[in-house]
């Protein structure tokens, strides 16, 4: 068996060790500490300084806390990107709140402003207008913000920013994650950068920011004894993650870099291949850091499962698009505004391995596989046809 060539893993730098060692010689190991503070300090700088950050335990929680910031509560309705990750949608469910989907546009892949849009009218139609709204960057591409910003700003429904996979992205040279009314940050493993688990809330509102830490920390109120007057979590980071942090920022800039490598080291090799179509910034205002380098089968002889199963059979690591939360088992009944896009993408498409530290001869592999199958397929079809 050729050894595994994963989709997205782990990518430690030089100095994520001796931050750790330094937690570990002031006995700092949680929780809290002088890394989280550090971590956040860089996070800020890196997003332009406007904005603050609260470091938490998970992009999960900082979801969780948004909507408890915003408000959202029992009985309420929070519109949410279909197609994205369970963990965008899950915490409407925690508050008690009823999610609203909506589908995709094609040059982004993510929320459409006009089925929006749709929504926003229905919804108030039918008596309740939404208490939040949650976009999605998927794969590091950005999302058409200024528009969903315009119209979210119009109807006056907050905008909650996942921008899990777009730490790095821009729009219009605005870092994602600083143009909603909070912004979310993943650093799971399987992110640009990682602490080994954890995530962060974003928000030029410094209040949002203030209350998110006291609510992560169990909402502890200023007294001698545990006194509480609010509902709290545990979703703080912990020290030893933000000495993993601290240390994962200093080669942000050139993780950024890798997987926009890999990205047009796909595209060039895969040019031949007129079926497979990958996904790219539709204009210069669109800065991706392309996360993952995700492509989408054309209808031929060869279907994304050929592609899929053949790479598996490498032990190669890849994934269809996310599968829409509207066609999920879990949320079947949940309002839907949109046609088709999401579902046609879930269908089609597929996450190419995408690692800052896949090697040349790694992403060789992987070519080498895709067009082994339509030459397999045109093989095929010349004997048949013989
Ligand atoms: C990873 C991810 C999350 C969740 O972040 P965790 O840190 O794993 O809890 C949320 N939304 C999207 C789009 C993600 O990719």
Redesign the pocket.
Known sequence: MKPKIWLSSPHMGEKELSYINEAFASNWIAPLGPHVDGFEHDLQTFLGGDVQVAALS??????HLALILLGVGAGDEVICQSM??A??ANPIVYQGALPVFVDSEESTWNMSPDYLEQAIQHRIKLGKKPKAIIV???YGMPAQIDRIMEIARFYGIPVVE?A??ALGSSFKGQPLGTFGDIG?L???G??IITTS???ALVSANGDFIRQARFLATQALDPAPHYQHSQIGYNYRMSNVCAAIGRGQMEVLHQRIRQRRNNFLFYKDALSTISEIQLAEEPSPDYYSNHWLTTILVAESHVTREDLRTALVADNIDCRPL?KPMHLQPVYAGAPYYGGTTSEQLFANGLCLPSGSNLTEADLDRVVGQLVNVYQRQLIQTTLVKN
């Open positions: 998970s992009g999960t929680a900082a979801l994205t990750f963990a965008s999605v960057h998927l996942d899990a996979e979310v993943s650093f799971n399987n992110k688990g954890g995530g996310w």
